[in-house]
Nanobody
Framework: QVQLVESGGGLVQAGGSLTLSCTAT????????RGWYRQIPGKERELVAQ???????NYADSVKGRFTISEDYGGNVVYLRMTNLKPEDTATYLC???????????????WGQGTQVTVSS
């Protein structure tokens, strides 16, 4: 069982920066991915940045070079450093953890409640 709480969202002008934090509590059998998604009304939920237990890091093409995902405290805190923000980055940002639930036969996705990021032009 994993609980996720995001913080750090807010209003920022274009070109500015924000850092989002996701704090995880509880435990899982084996966490295989940690990352951030964003949700814009009328659009599909989009993967923004993700790290995996296999050592890979994935970014949406639209944020490469501007956003950086990192972890601390043994993966219990996940950060998303966002720089050079653009109005099109405006969205609700959601923390995600994917973990095997008790065995390697199945996995579960855990989600935070989301934090709003609004970028003004």
């Amino acid at each position: 069982q994993v609980q996720l709480v995001e913080s750090g969202g807010g209003l920022v002008q274009a070109g500015g920066s924000l850092t989002l934090s996701c704090t995880a509590t509880g435990s899982a059998f084996h966490t295989v991915a940690r990352g951030w998604y964003r949700q814009i009304p009328g659009k599909e939920r989009e993967l923004v940045a993700q790290t995996t237990s296999g050592g890979s890091t994935n970014y949406a093409d639209s944020v490469k070079g501007r956003f950086t995902i990192s972890e601390d405290y043994g993966g219990n805190v996940v950060y998303l450093r966002m720089t050079n923000l653009k109005p099109e980055d405006t969205a609700t940002y959601l923390c995600n953890v994917r973990a095997y639930s008790g065995s390697y036969s199945s996995f579960s996705d855990y989600w935070g409640q989301g934090t709003q990021v609004t970028v003004s032009s």
